[in-house]
């Protein structure tokens, strides 16, 4: 079945750092990868997605590369802010499928 | 504004007592889901719909229940809640894409509790 894999958090960094979150996953035939963002108190909302193998989506300053050969989709951001303090959520759909599999998410805490 | 919401965001309840989270969107999406958030679980998936009278269950449907009557809504009904439902309720929607890339829309969330 599928799966997506997260580092643990809390990810904690000073504003202006650099950003890594790691995503691997396995899945049956060729999914389409997501990122969602969810600030304190709201709901998840799509940060960025990727289609295809070698697609890289962007938005606000993130970025993360759909690598086929690794099943990886790690998310990066070159500056954080204190603003992007919020929980990270990797995840795929599959073949059509209408349950998509999310990972566990990754807490962000950006520091002055 | 395109949009879900969830009513009511926030529910303190006895077990054994039903209760009815409604979620409604929208944006004609064909297909609605929720989720139940927990601590160092994630997101797990209760139950979806893929049109209206046609629902099926997710990784975690027990002591749930859902309709779809109308496209646009898709209210959760607990019959009987029990401490262990105590958690946060996410509804989401989705249009379908033709590279299955389905982008999911959520609530704000509904913050239960159980006593």
């Known amino acids: 079945g599928n799966s997506v894999t997260q580092m643990e958090g809390p990810v904690t960094l000073s504003e202006e750092a650099f950003l890594t979150i790691n995503c691997t996953y396995t899945a049956t035939g060729y999914p389409s990868l997501f990122w969602y963002v969810q600030y304190p108190g709201e709901g998840l909302q799509l940060l960025l997605k990727a289609t295809k193998a070698d697609d890289k989506g962007s938005n606000k300053g993130f970025e993360a590369t759909y690598r086929k050969e690794t099943t990886s989709f790690h998310l990066e951001k070159g500056s954080v802010q204190v603003s992007d303090s919020a929980v990270y959520f990797c995840?795929?759909?599959?073949?059509?499928?209408?349950?998509?599999?999310f990972g566990r998410g990754t807490s962000l805490i950006v520091h002055p | 504004e395109a949009q879900v919401t969830q009513n009511p965001r926030y529910l303190i309840t006895v077990t054994g007592k039903k209760l009815t989270v409604t979620c409604s969107q929208n944006?004609?999406?064909?297909?609605m889901s929720w989720y139940r958030q927990d601590p160092g679980l994630g997101l797990r998936q209760i139950y979806y719909?893929?049109?209206?009278?046609?629902?099926d269950k997710g990784d975690v449907p027990e002591g749930y229940k859902v309709s779809r009557k109308e496209k646009r809504n898709f209210p959760l009904i607990l019959e009987s809640p029990s401490p262990n439902q105590t958690s946060l309720y996410f509804c989401?929607?989705?249009?379908?894409?033709?590279?299955?890339?389905?982008?999911?829309?959520f609530g704000p969330g509904t913050r239960l509790t159980v006593t």
């Open positions: 989401a929607s989705s249009l379908r894409s033709t590279t299955y890339s389905y982008e999911q829309y």
């Open positions: 944006m004609n999406h064909e297909y």
């Open positions: 719909s893929m049109n209206v009278e046609v629902t």
């Open positions: 995840a795929l759909s599959s073949g059509g499928s209408y349950i998509p599999t």
